[in-house]
């Protein structure tokens, strides 16, 4: 069975230029998270789609950051206008969770390298 | 408020020999779950075990096991025997309640580098 894959592994870009990523969830699992981590810095949540819907959005940091799961299969996560505090690394993660409860494990890509010039 | 708490930035330890992780938490909330991943330097988050806070008994995955004192608030990680192979970064994490409508997301730790020597 194929992981979360991600694309791509890296991304250079200027300040200002627009950038999308892409999650491939494991197939089957309902739930999608994307989550960022700042050098140095713990990763964070930045929100969780259920099939389509956005479940939770709370750690999108503004509106420059939009994610869209359309037909509940991939998801992308576009950053429009870029900025220099934008560069982490951007972690996708899945979990079939259709009972629910605490101990779903979410499985994790390899992420996103984003650099930001 | 949750929080993880890793305090150990990097750690040593010699190949064969055991070593213990740090993590405590904090939570309101009195059901939640620990988790631990693993991020070699190759990038992708590996899921090592789970601690769920109503278990009686400590988690354990192969050479990986869970030290879960519930009343310190705290979820080591020990890995006996120590491999090359477990030089990475380790995050301990934790997701609360029962219900999924609660969203699922996952809190995590700094991390702690660990560096296996031969």
């Known amino acids: 069975e194929a992981g979360v894959t991600q694309f791509p592994s890296h991304s250079v870009i200027e300040k200002g230029q627009t950038v999308t990523l892409r999650c491939d969830p494991i197939?089957?699992?309902?739930?999608l998270y994307w989550y960022r981590r700042v050098m140095g810095k713990e990763i964070k949540f930045l929100l969780h789609?259920?099939?389509?819907?956005?479940?939770?959005e709370s750690g999108m940091p503004n509106n420059r950051f939009l994610a869209e799961r359309t037909g509940g299969t991939y998801s992308t996560l576009k950053v429009q206008p870029a900025e220099l505090e934008d560069s982490g690394v951007y972690f996708c993660?899945?979990?079939?969770?259709?009972?629910?409860?605490?101990?779903?494990?979410?499985?994790f890509g390899p992420g996103t390298r984003l650099l930001v010039l | 408020a949750q929080k993880i708490t890793q305090t150990q930035p990097g750690m040593f330890v010699q190949e064969k020999e055991a070593v213990t992780l740090d993590c405590t938490y904090d939570?309101?909330?009195?059901?939640?779950?620990l988790f631990w991943y693993k991020q070699p330097s190759s990038g992708e988050m590996i899921f090592l075990i789970y601690?769920?806070?109503?278990?009686?008994q400590n988690a354990t995955e192969g050479r990986y096991s869970l030290n879960f004192q519930k009343a310190r608030k705290s979820a080591n990680l020990v890995i006996s025997a120590s491999q090359l192979g477990d030089s990475a970064m380790y995050f301990c994490?934790?997701?609360?309640?029962?219900?999924?409508?609660?969203?699922?997301?996952?809190?995590f730790g700094q991390g702690t580098e660990l560096s296996v020597k031969p």
């Open positions: 939570t309101s909330d009195p059901s939640y779950g």
């Open positions: 197939s089957g699992h309902d739930n």
């Open positions: 789609f259920v099939k389509e819907s956005k479940q939770d």
């Open positions: 993660a899945s979990s079939q969770d259709r009972t629910g409860g605490y101990g779903e494990t979410q499985y």
């Open positions: 994490a934790m997701r609360e309640g029962e219900d999924n409508n609660q969203g699922g997301k996952l809190i």
């Open positions: 601690q769920g806070s109503y278990d009686q």
